[in-house]
């Protein structure tokens, strides 16, 4: 059985160095959908070419799927890597812990990286179990803010969490 993730990730780097695997999902209908990322977005041009490569790639493999989708993450992007946590600290998002923190599992606030990326001979090194941490409003108590320090390990699951404005009103 071929490693669908390492293969379809090592011909992307192929076409282009800073497209990102998101996700992939095999359907019971055949559908194969592929999620990619890149750090200025991914456009509708991106996701032909990715399309054209891989419909080869699988061809010369012989995968088997009945049609074949490739998009982006959308504005609420699953985190799940570490480095998925480093590039969106300062960015809302809506957390879900293993362990209940004060009775509570999810949390939505601001994330941020305690221990920051080393610089090491001028190459940047990440250190072993980076501590992230997530700002959020204590319900109980008006403008007060509390954190909760946590590593890649006592995750659940974590997204993106904008806040959408379609009126234009300033916030």
């Given at each position: 059985m071929v490693d669908l993730f390492a293969l379809i990730k090592n011909s992307l780097h192929g076409?282009?160095?800073?497209?990102?695997l998101v996700d992939i999902e095999r359907l019971s209908s055949g559908i194969l959908r592929v999620t990619i990322d890149k750090t200025c977005g991914i456009s509708i041009d991106d996701c032909e070419i990715?399309?054209?490569?891989?419909?080869?790639?699988?061809?010369?493999?012989?995968?088997?799927y009945r049609q074949l989708e490739i998009s982006s993450p959308g504005i609420d992007r699953p985190l799940r890597k570490e480095s998925d946590f480093t590039r969106f600290?300062?960015?809302?998002?809506?957390?879900?812990?293993?362990?209940?923190?004060?009775?509570?599992?999810?949390?939505?606030g601001i994330l941020r990286v305690q221990n920051p990326l080393l610089?090491?001979?001028?190459?940047?090194?990440?250190?072993?179990?980076?501590?992230?941490?997530?700002?959020?409003d204590d319900n109980e108590k008006k403008n007060?803010?509390?954190?909760?320090?946590?590593?890649?390990?006592d995750v659940c699951y974590a997204k993106l969490d904008p806040i959408l404005d379609f009126k234009g009103r300033k916030q």
């Open positions: 076409i282009a160095n800073d497209i990102e990715v399309t054209r490569h891989l419909s080869c790639v699988f061809a010369a493999e012989n995968i088997d600290s300062g960015e809302r998002i809506v957390l879900k812990l293993n362990n209940p923190f004060d009775g509570q599992k999810v949390f939505h610089l090491n001979n001028s190459s940047v090194t990440s250190p072993i179990n980076t501590m992230f941490s997530i700002e959020f007060n803010l509390k954190v909760i320090n946590f590593n890649i390990n």
